[in-house]
Each structure stands twice: as C-alpha cells, then as structure tokens.
C-alpha cells in the first residue's frame, strides 16, 4: 500500500499531466488567440489531431463532403491529391492488390476522387431496393474504365446499352456477393472507456450521470471564480473551492432528493478534514485518491480516467488551471484556485450520482460506508458487457467492394479469381483506409494548393527594394498582423514614396500600462512576457483641474448608472426603479436598435466633447529608482528607452534612409456587446490595444537624449525625422493619432497630407473589409464601406463587428520588397526582417520567438475553431450567457465555451499557417536550434515552414519525412495575374482571392520616385 | 356625435383593432407558407414583412388608442364571429378595446417591431433564421388575440400561442440536450398551468352561459364588477392565479424561468425580460373584477406575489451569469406587480408591466456588452464596484447566511418540493402504469411482445 504522500505526489503529477490537455484560455476580457491543442505539440500534427479528437470527442478535420466540394470547385485539383498520396504512402503505393491487379496507390487515389461510403447493414438493404446502384454503373467513372465494363455487358449478349450496363453490374454485384460472404465478418474490439459515466451510457443511453452532476458543479465552479455578477458573493473563498463547496454543501438545507443524498454527510467530512492542519492541496490529493479507491479504479487506469474527468467538463477546468497558473490574470479577484479541488469535487459528486444510477439499474451498491460499495466491481461488469463495434455484414461489404471495382476496374471475373487472402487483403486495404485518413489526406491536398499558390506567387513577384531605390516621403510601421496587410497596401499604392514596415505590435515596448480613463494598469505586451516597467496616462499642468471635474462628473454619472443598473435587480429599489426608469430606457432601446449608427456617433461624440481640452502625456521617464507597490519601476530610464528604440527599428531593418515622417501605428478593435471583443484586439499586446506602445515608443525616438544615446551607438536618427503615434481601429478601419500638437510646424504639410493618405487608406481598407460581409453590397462605395464598418462597431445587434483574423494563412519574415505590390487578401502576417544586415541569425531569433507563437498561436486557435465549431470553438454566439466574467456559457447552465465563436470563423479556410522565412536554412536552422517551443511547432509541422534563399530567390519546403530537411521547391508555374490596383482585383467576390501583382503598388525602376 | 359619426367611427376602430390581429398573423401566413413548402424567403424579405405586420398593427393600435381617448375610453367590442351556439349558450370570437387592451397592444406590438428590428441583424446567418421569425410573428399574434380577446376563449387561444411560441424558441437550439431539457421544463410548467385557465373558462361558461367578459363583467376596465356569484368568483380567481404562475414564473413554479435562457439573446429579451413573464399580470388585470369579487384570492395573490419577489431577489442576487440574474430580476419584479394587483392597485402595476418590460429587455439585449459596461464602469469609479453584500447579511449569524447562501445557489426550496411531491408521484404513478401495460401485453399476447426494451426500466430521473 502506498503511503499518503506517494499517493498525493501521484495524484498531482497525473493532475498535471492531464491538465495540459485543458483549452489554454484565460479570461475573456484578455483573449488571447492560441494553439487550442497546446498539449499535444510533442506530437507530430497529423497524430496529434487525431489522438486529440478521440480525447475531446472532436472532429479531427473538416467533414468529407466539405473537401469534396472543394474538390468539385476546382479548390483542390487531382494533382493534389496525386502529391499528397505519393509523399504519404511512399514506396506502399506500389504494393500490389488483388492478385497484382491493381496498386494500393490506385485504390487510395479512386477512393479520394470519388466518395464511396460504408453503409450501415440496413442502409444497404435500402440501397439496393430503393436506388440503382447495382443496375446501372457509378456516373463518375471515367469513360475508360467505363467503356471497359459497357464491353464486357456488351460481350454477354446485350440488345441496348442500358441492358449491356445492367449485365455487367448484377455480374459484378453477384461477384461480390459471392466473395465477401465467403470469410466471416469480423467484430471490431475497442478498448471500453474508463469512467463509469461512459460505461453506462454505452449500455443504457437514457442515463447520464453528467447530466446529474454537471449542473451543480458548474453552479459551485461558477460561483466560487466569479469575478462580480453576482451581488452576493460565495462565503469563504479564500479557503479554496473544495473547502468553500464541501461547507456548502454539507450544510444540507435543501431537501436531498435522488442521487445527492449522500451528498451532506460526505461533504461534511471532507469539510472537517479542511481545517487546520494538513496544507488545502493535501487534502484535495488524498480526496481524489480516497474517491478514485471508493470507484473502484484500478491503478492502471488513475492516469486515464483523471484526464477523462476533467476533459468532461474542460472549460471549466481550464479556466480552474489557467486562474492557478496566472492568478496575476484574474479580472478583479485573485483566489487561491486550484484544479485538485475541481477534480477532488468532481469525484465526489461523480461517484454519488454513479452510486445511485447504478442502484436503480440493479447493480449491487451499498448504501455508505467504509471499504468496498461495489462500484469496483460494477466497473468490472460494465467494462464487459461494454457492446462491442460489430464489423460490416457481408451485404456491405459486398455493395462496398461492387463501388470500388468499378472504380478502379475489377472485372466480374476478377473478383471471382480473388483467393481468400487476396480478399482479405484487398478488404482490408479498403478499411484501414478510412474516413480519417482520407480526412487527412485531403487536408493535406487542401493546403498543398493554398501552399502552391502564394509561394508560386511569392517566387513570380519579384520588385525592386524601395529602400535603396529613393528617398522616401513617409515610412510607416505597423503590426505584423494579417489586418494590417490591406491598410499598408493601399497607402503604398497612393504613393510609391510611402514605405511600410511590419513590427509584433507592442513595439518593443513591455509595459503596464494606465490611461487617464483607468483604474487600473494592463499589460500590453505579449503573454509570455511580464513587464516589469509602469507607464501611465497623465493630464498636463494646465489641464489637471479640467480632468479632475471631468472625472468627477463621470463618477457620478457612473454611479448614478450602475446604481440604476444593479437596483433594478433588488428588491426594494427595483420596484420603483422599474416602474419609473423603464420611459428612460425605451429612448436608448429605441435609439440603439434603430438607429444604431447614429446613436454610437453621438455617444462617441459626447465622450470626445467631455475630453475636450484635456491634453495628456505619457510619464515615461523614470524619475526615481523606488520600484512601485507592484514591484515594477515607474517609467524608463534613458538607456532603456534608446535600446528598446534600437531593438525595433533594427528588427525591421530600418537603420538607415530615414523619411522626414515615421508613423507608429498600433491596433485594437472597438466593438459593442461582444463578449469576444478582446480576440479582436493585438495579440502581440496580450489582448490589448497597441495604441499607448505606438505613442510611447514615437515619444522616445523623438527624445534628443534617447536619440544621442543611439547615434553614440552608430543609429543615427536625422533632426528632421520626426516619430508619430497613432492606433488603427481594425472594425472601424480608422486611425486615432496621439500628440499630433507636438509635430514641429516645419513637418504640418508633410503631417497633414500624411493624415489624409490614411483616411484615404482606410475607406478603401473599409471597402475590401466589406466584401466578407454578406450583408453589404458587393459595389459599396469607399465611403459607405466607412460608414457601413463604423455602423457595424456601434450597433448592438451586430454579431460581426468585424472578422478578426478570420482569412490568416500565411507568414513572411523578410523585407517588404518581397510582398510590395503583391495582393495577399488580408492573409498574411507580414513581419520585416533585412536578412542583409544579420549575419549572426540574432535578429531572426528575436523575430522567430515572437512569431512562431503569435502568429502560429492566432493561426491554429482559428483552425481548430472553424474545423470543429461545436468541440473545439465556442459554437454559435447567439445563445452565449456571460459568466462570472470570465467567459461564456451556452444558455443557463453550460460548459464554459473556448475558442472562437461560430461568427467569427465561418469564412476561415483551415490551413496551417505557411510561415516563409527569408533567411538562408543555415541561418534558420540555428535560430530554431535555440528556440525550443518554436522548433517543436516547426519540426512537428504545426506550422509549414518554408525558407526562401535571400542571395537566390530559390525556395525550399520544411519536411519532416528527411530527417527535418528543407527540400527545394519547384514552382507549379511562374506566370502571375496582374491587376492595375487591388479593387479592380477583388472586385464583385467574397471568397478568398488569389494573390496577384498590384501595378499600382509595386516599385519597378520607372515608378521609383 | 352623430349617430352616423358613432357608428363609422365603431367602424374604424373595429377595422383598426381586426388589424392589429391580422397583421402579425398575415406575417405569419407570408413566411410561413414559403417555409413551409421548402422555399423559404430570403433573410431580408422575411425581416422587412414581419416588421411591416408589427409597425402597422402597432399604428393601428396608436390611432385606436388616438379614437378611444377622443370619446373617453368607452371600451369597443369587435364581433368576429361565432365559434358555435347551444340553446342558450354561446362561444362568440370577440375583441375588445378598452382603456387595458390598446395601450397594451400599442407596447408589445412595439417592443416586438424592435426586437424583429435586432434579430434581423443578430441572427444573420443563422440556420434557424426563417423559423425564428416565423415564432416570433406567432408570439405576436398570440400576444394580440390573449391581449384583444374580449372573451376568455379568445384569450386562452392567444394564451396557447404564446405557450407554444415561448417553448420553441427556449429549444430553439434543438442540437443542444439543454435547450430541449429547458423548452420541456417550461412547457410542462406551461401546460400544467394552462389547466387553470381552461377550467376558469369552463366554470365561468358554466355560471354566466357565454365567455364574453360583457357578460361576466359589468362595466369598464379598472372599475368593472364581477357579475358571478361569490363563490364561483372565489373558484375563478383562484384557477386564474393558478394559471399565471406558470406564465409569470411565481412560486412554486420559479424553476423554469432560468433555464428558459437558451434561446437566442432576443427571444430570451422579449419572452422573459418583457412580454411572456407578464402575460399572467394581464389575465389578472383583465380579470381584475373577479378579484374585486374575491377578496380571499386577492389575499393569497399578494403572499404569492411577495413570496416570489423575495425568492427572486435572494437567489437573483447568487446568479453569476448575466442572463440568469436578468431572469430572477424578471421574476421579482413580476411577483410585485402580482402583489400590486393583489393589493387592489390596476393603474400602478399596469404602468410597472410597461416600464419594467422596456427596462428589461434593453437589460438582456445589452447583456453581451457586461464586460464592456463594468471595465467602464469600473474605469469611472476608480475601482470595481465588486460584490455588494448587503447590510442585511452581516446582520445574521454566518451559519445562517451560509445556509441561505446554499439555499439560494441551490434555487430555492419550491423547486426540490414540486420534484418531491409533484413530480415524484407524478412519475412513479407513469411508471407503475407502463409497468402495468407491459404486463397486460405480456399476459395478451406472450412473452415476446412484452419483453422490455432496454432501457425501459428505469431512467427517467
């Protein structure tokens, strides 16, 4: 017998263990975009996806008849699928089938082009006299194979055609028949699942203890994490969820009925156990070990039958793990939160309510007490009687084989020549290649295309580099994100003296971050950094008096409004607030449905005017060392700031040739009643808005003494280069500026010619943003596309403010010559890199160790959403129900929904994120060598990596079959559409258009300035 | 006022007043029958017609409140027809407007017109959309013929529609157990309760020979009496109440009204935040000479009403998600205007039914927003307002509150009494009978027919 700490240190490895495979999401008011299936990036993704599936209850890939419609529409081609069968099977394709008939390759290759499905015993029997499938042949063979047959019908003796194909297919049908019922049908042993809940279901589908047990955990759960919906909080949460649940529940006072009846007494020990004395995690280890013995699982089965129990319920025990984990990311509240006490609940309500599902179904269960309650020895028969997978009776396998034949030519006589081992061989050959493997192998074929498209594109379009070609008027930077890639398009093509740049959107810039209109500070950085810098908002000298009413006013009307809000709730004020307040609230009911635009203008309107005159700035230098009571110091000191200047403009490669004019342009999203807001926001700034990086940053490239402290480091900034910051609204496709008052007034044309080019920019921006959007003409104008996306972030009832990331396929690390000019369809993380000017690979690490997780992170978060909506996103918004505010549930009393909502991924087209790197493989192999999480995602292909030889041009493909070698790419075709500008382009479409070369934004000698 | 004037404006009004029925239900027949047949309109055409039904019923209802208040309120009856006649007994189709039903038509028909505006927008897309808007036009037919009915046969017709509507669209999201489980709950609450109502009607046809509330009550709305004996009053009232409490989501029958938050957010708004939870208010309120009548119902109305309310507000006040405090506010404030009615008052709750209506549903539809408002609101206060444990709790022992704390979390007590000794009997009593029939087929006709399929013996919880 193990002792009680073997037994604890057990239990909270297999915890661990078993919670990597819980969603990886936070609270939602920080949603951060990542790999959905974190836990399984040891796996190469092929496996993982699938090992992962069998574990969620997931779809692994998109259904069948999804790719075959892609098929059909010409999406993916029959080269595809010639490719990824060849790289996939090897040297096996050419193994021989049905007595050296045909190839395995064939047979796989026939079954990929045309849909033959297994059907079900009594779905045959229904085929076969409802449908003609054994009198007339399949209609999609090609006209070889079925003039092949036609002959053979023909030979036996046939007036008429239709006669010659009945002959040859009750021929082949009688063949089959005759063959397949020769060997039995085979049963099909799956290994039976571990929890009682599933053995049950598995014999009785009408109980399910789940559905017991679920609704009253959730409330617990739900209860004990909430952040401040509920008015009257949980008692004694700072002792932890088992004790602060044990306690609850122990107290009884609701009438036990049905499966809780035990459910006092236990909780009441557990409750004593709780005191003082042995540490709370203790405790909950020896409450999970003690209910795992009472269940009656044996040892073997702990590490599955744990991950099982939590998986069940895996968004709220996610959320349990990611608040244990990042407390410092609880909204409001940090509680001691702990996923031992879920699980240590969970068991304890799973095995009441398995004690009693199981005594009404006769088993043998004692009613309490000490030792053995018989629920060991349930498992045990459940696991036997579990109902084995029968395999297809021999009329299906018969109709099955009929299909196939004809596909890739069996003759009746063939079939009849199979030998007993031919069959079997030929039959297994068909099974094993099953609805998952061609699932993936269209997968496969259905990336191959995307793949040969941009980079053929990628190789065609070659300019000229701006940087080296003339002076520039304006150099812009942005995000890398794939939403910018229209904005900096569109400036580029108004102006080929414009230059853009793209950044991981903090800037380089790690901070906490505090506006005037705060109350608290954020982080805005990526999440795997912490900042141990504070910057804060600040009204000026002059305006601190005008801030001080204006804050008071908001105060009070604040007070006033949560006052009315929260009162209409309670008793004794909601009557008369009810009763009174509901002539009020019919004008903004009326005005927010009706008239939705209108209404947010004003109210954005109203907000500006109460600003009006407050002129703020950023504290950003440090004025004294005494770090803040968070521990981190207040502003930057002045080498700080130069480095972290330095760091930037050198990861972009912008070290020299400075234009007079260099926007910093930061992003975020506004959006109205859209608990999701926060995935539409910067994921390089951890779910936050850019904007306070881009000002900051602007702010210390244009300090003199920053500027000093980088030419003594040979960055040499010219006076006349002036920074400015400024934050695109990704929904509303406008740019907000910051301290635009402290533009010199020998740069005011340059600014205000600027300032025009991006509101020029983001109407059309606006425009091709529209063309997604079903509900908006095809032929909007630039300016009704502003006002249509401006309506959308306002409204209430829009349930697509914008699509977010929704269209991310693609990845570039190199300079922009590479993609200037070219028409990437808002799909494409464009990360600058000069690959000229480091020789050490230092830069491209850097870069890599922010992209790969970001961007591959934002890429697989929407992949899995949009393959399996229901099991891996957040399904549908329209019945999602804020929670505690952390996250969603589906109505009253559901799992916590993760990942992307339904409206958010509809037009995503699930591809891995094709991440280009212009670096030589050396060099990348390097990087890589020192990035462990990077390489994993790289090696194990949750990304495509492919690097382009900047010396050469040549592309070279990651494959992880050679050993993880970079094999030479050979273009399909090196000829690539053209189009004058990007709206004659993707113009009159809403797919996804392919890349082309935009003449109006490419840089050839004769439009260089 | 000519006799001529009277009668042609008798005849507007009737018009106006058969339009405010026959809008949502032309709606109704112009989306429903391209459905039907497998060719549904598209989203916007379906959005623009049912809008169309609700803003002209609702200016219909404007300008038939516009013509009542120029002649003082005297109440219209509208004749539609007869459903049959026996000797002296009579089933007529009548509408009435009066100084209750116009203003009432004028706001829900209103309210419906916005939320027909939202959903046309927030469920774009959605597969459900075409049968969404096909409910919603039924609720609103249903809600204008319980509301118009000037007899209470009418009004149980309408009653049934909005039933019906209401728990479609709680399982609207049929692919969800959930939902199901919840459009069950409520519908079996619904049905339960309905008896009330149709037994009201049977006794009410039983003591006055006709439905027609002109024959039932005497005089205009609020200060009509009842014409039936004391005692019958006593038993009307009582099946009455009975009947709203279902409807209205009193205790005992608070259980459902949480769980009906599966729809999509503007059904959950309009059913719950605003129109369906006070359904039961207006049978009341139209029905209020019986309770004049019936002092003892009255009473019990009143203890239920307050009953309801302070369960609401001490379970509402444990909820942690948004949509379910927004039902227990629902419920609290419906239990107070049931006590308001109770107390005698018919201005006062009418005036609340409106206000809290609108209140409401701009609350649930706003919902998604919770984030949003509390960072701002948080941002202005300089903090996060964070739970209010009110004064009353630190009052009490900690035992005591912990216990109320579990009892709240828990929902409250009616709902494990009606499973105990409602549901409990209910059920046993279904099972032993199916235990019963199993065994007559088996003693007819052999073994083999009555062999229990799996899963018969037992389940059902």
Known sequence: MASPNDNRDEVARLIAEAARFLPPQGPIDAFVAQNTLQGFEDLPFEEAVIRAAALHDAEPFLPESRYREELARGRIRAADIDAVLAADLGDRRFAHLAGGRITLGELCRQLLLHGVRLESDAAVRWTLTESPAIERLRPDLDETARERLMGLGRAAGAATDIDAERNVTGELWRACVETTSRPRPSVVHGRPPVRHRDLLLAVDPAVDTDALVHPLLIRLVAAYLDQGVAAWAMPDRDRGLLAAAADLVGRG???????????????????AACGPGLPPESISLDVIAAELEALGIPRPSWPDHIARSLVALRGWAGM??????????????RLPVRLADFLALRLLLDRAATEWALGRRGFPIAADGAGDTGLGAAWVELRDRHPPRRGPGSLARGLLLHQVSQLVGLTPADIQSLDDDDLVDLERAIAAFDAVSRRRLFHLAYERRHATEVLDALAAHATIDVLRSGRPRVQAVLCIDDRCESFRRYLEEADPAVETFGAAGFFSVPMYYRGIDDWHTIPLCPIVIRPTHTVTEVPEEGAAALNRRRQSRRRLLARLRGGAESGSRTLFRGGLFTSIGGAIAAVPLVARVVFPRLTARAA?????????????????????????????????DVAEMAAMVRRLLEDIGLTRGFAPLVAVIGHGSTSLNNPHESAYDCGACGGGRGGPNARAFALMA??????????????????????????????????????????????????????????????????????????????????????????????????????????????????RSLTRGLYLDRRAFLVSYDPSADADGAVLERSLAAVG???????????????????????????????????????????????????????????RLLLVIDAPTDRIRNALGRLHAVRRLVENQWVRTVARDPATGRLATFSAANGGRFVPYEPESLAIAMAPDSTSWYRGRRDNVPPARILAGSITPDTAP | MTAAEIAFLHDAVAGLVTWQLAAPAATLVAIGLPALVGRPLPERATTWIVGAGFTTGFLAALAT??????????????????????????????????????????FATGLCGLVNAFAGKYLHREPGFTR?????????????????????????????????????????????????????????????????????????HQAAGSGDFAQVFAGTWPNATSLLPPATATLVGLLLVFAALGKSGQVPFTGWLPRAMEGPTPSSAIFYGALSIHAGAYLLLRCEAVLDAAPVVAWLLLAIGVATAIHGAVVGSVQTDLKGMLAYASMTQAGIILAEIGLGLRLVPLVHVVSHAILRSLQILRSPSAMHDRHELAAALGGHPGPSNSTLLRLLPTGVVKGLYRVALDRGLDEPLVARFVVQPVLATLEAAAAAERRWVEFLGGAAAGSPRRGDDGGAA
């Open chain 1, 253 to 271: 006072g609701v009438l036990p009925e049905g499966w809780t009846r035990p459910l006092p007494d236990r909780m009441r020990a557990v409750a």
């Open chain 2, 65 to 106: 409140l516009a013509a009542l208040a120029a002649r003082g309120f005297v109440p219209e009856v509208v004749h539609l027809g007869s459903l049959f006649t026996a000797n002296h007994h009579a089933a007529t189709i009548e509408l009435v407007a009066d100084s209750l039903s116009v203003p009432y038509v004028c």
């Open chain 1, 702 to 815: 244009n300090d003199p003494a920053v500027r000093k402290a980088l030419a003594a480091g040979g960055l040499e900034i010219p006076a006349h280069t002036v920074f400015l910051g400024g934050m695109l609204d990704t929904c509303t496709s406008r740019v907000r500026w910051f301290d635009l008052d402290r533009v010199p007034p020998s740069h005011a044309e340059a600014l205000s010619r600027w300032l025009a080019d991006c509101t020029r920019a983001g109407s059309l921006d606006a425009r091709e943003r529209c063309r997604r959007f079903d509900s908006v003409p095809l032929d909007v104008s630039p300016d009704e596309a502003l006002r249509r996306v401006e309506g959308r972030a306002g409204d209430l009832a829009q349930v697509r403010p914008e699509y977010g990331h929704a269209t991310t396929a693609v990845c570039i690390v190199g300079p």
């Open chain 1, 604 to 636: 954005s309107h109203a907000a500006d005017v109460a600003r009006r005159g407050i002129r703020t700035r950023l504290e950003l230098l440090r004025q004294v060392d005494v770090p803040l009571p968070d521990g981190t110091l207040a502003g930057f």
């Open chain 1, 320 to 333: 349990v793990r990611q608040l244990e984990i990042r407390p410092d990311r609880a909204p409001v509240v």
């Open chain 2, 132 to 204: 969404f808007f096909i409910l919603l036009a039924l609720f609103g037919t249903g809600m204008n013929l319980m509301v118009l009915a000037g007899s209470i046969d009418v009004l149980f017709a309408g009653w049934e529609f909005l039933g019906i509507s209401s728990a479609l669209l709680i399982g609207f999201f049929h692919e969800r157990r959930n939902a199901v489980d919840a459009a069950l709950r409520a519908f079996t609450t619904y049905r339960v309760c309905d008896v009330g109502l149709l037994a009201a009607g049977v006794v009410i």
């Open chain 1, 853 to 911: 997780p970001v961007c591959g992170g934002i890429n697989l978060a929407y992949l899995f959403s949009r393959v399996d909506p229901v099991g891996y996103g957040a399904g549908t918004k329209l019945p999602h129900n804020i929670t505690g505010l952390i996250g969603v549930m589906d109505g009253h009393c559901s799992d916590l929904r993760t990942g992307l909502p339904l409206q958010g991924v509809e037009i995503h087209e699930p591809v």
